[in-house]
């Protein structure tokens, strides 16, 4: 099962139990099993399901909860909590300073996208003003120094390896040290995979690690691996003192489940994930985000950050103005609309926008998707501005509706179905605003963009000027 049906039947189990009248130990356990059964075809650990069951049964201990109590909502809390546990560790990664070089290591399996991620992890911090070098430690595989070569050259990011040393070791030692004498910020090294899990590699790991002494060993792990992964992971663990994980190919059809259990085999932070072959397919990962997007539930800090990416500068302040304003209106949904047909992949996208689960577009269906999208913004181009600009919805009636439909080609099924869509993104769209207190929202905020607003001060002005954090 991939990431996006997991979310979608979670979902499923949640809101069947919405619509049981009686909340008792029987419709809980029922919810609980389809929730584990759905994590189980997710490949996630038996064992990690099966503690998520027993905290979540603690918690929500039904005969204590005195009538009055929102039992729903408290359950639907306990497994969002759970979900963000189970991807978090409890202590965070290392994160390289400026004033100090850091020495961030990269290991993982052949296949596992370990050197694409490590020019995107460089390109990542490049974009942010440092001077990352790569190191191609991986003497193992024929074209691996090629491919680090052509990948580092693409992004600009200074590399070096060597064509006639067969020992890794002594590339790395000899790679580091001019990077330092070079004042690099960040030096990264990529090390060799082999097809499974093999003595001989570890042993390489190993030596690579005490030679180098790296502030960080970066574990990389293709999110398709299913089950094998807690072993994987944990052999790695073993060697080295893995700090971090990068789920890679997170785009594709893998059972993302597996994730969940390197970070319980690690204990060790995910800290991105790879969404694409491309540079700028890498996301920072954070748990809640992820997990409210996982359950449908929207991600504005993920939104914001691919808005810093595409909207010119001149607009972003204004757009991420009106999200934290909280007052939706259709004009700002189509803004988004056309953001996101600008940004690509629309099922990463659009599970995003809160109230948009990412079931509504599903995989293989992006194109299907566009098209939607496309015909709402139709709709909307028929729209007064007075109707855009309202946050109303019953402004729309029935003769504007027809007039809509008639003015855009479209039905009047079509517009009936638009409003709901914004409703329902607009629904999501106060609890959001209603409930973030300024300190959560700075957090949520991308560093570089929070530097815009003049840092945590400035965006705490702003917000305070739109009444955010109420
Ligand atoms: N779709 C998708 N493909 C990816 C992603 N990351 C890496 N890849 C692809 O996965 C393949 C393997 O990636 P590499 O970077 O060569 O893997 P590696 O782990 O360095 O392999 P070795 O050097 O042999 O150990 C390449 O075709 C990459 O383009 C991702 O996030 N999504």
Redo the contacts with the bound molecule.
Sequence with gaps: MVLAELGGSITRALHKMNNTTVIDEKALTDCLNEINRALLQSDVRFELIRDMQINIKNIVNLEQLAAGHNKRKIIQQAVFDELCRMLNPGKPSFVPKREKTSVVMFV???????????T?YAHCYQKKGWKPALVCA?T??AG?FD?LKQNATKAKIPFYGSYMESDPVKIAVEGVERFKEEDHDLIIV?T???HKQEASLFEEMRQLSEATKPDLVIF?M?SSIGQAAFNQAQAFKQIVAVGAVII?????HAKGGGSLSAVAATKSPVIF?????HMD??EVFEVQPFVSRLLGMGDLSGLIDKIHGVVPMDQQADLVQKLSKGNFTLRIMYEQFQNALKMGPMGELVSMIPGFSSELIPQGHENESSAKLKHYMTMMDSMTNEELDSSNPKLINESRMMRIARGSGRLVREVLELMEVYKRIAKEFSKISRCRNPQDMVKSFPPHLLKQFGGVKGLQDMMGMFGGGR
């Design positions: 993982g399996l052949q296949g596992s996208g370990k050197t694409t991620t490590c995107k991986d193992f595989r691996a491919q990529d060799s995979g082999r990389v293709d890679t190919k997170m785009d594709g994930i790879g969404t694409g072959e397919q890498f």
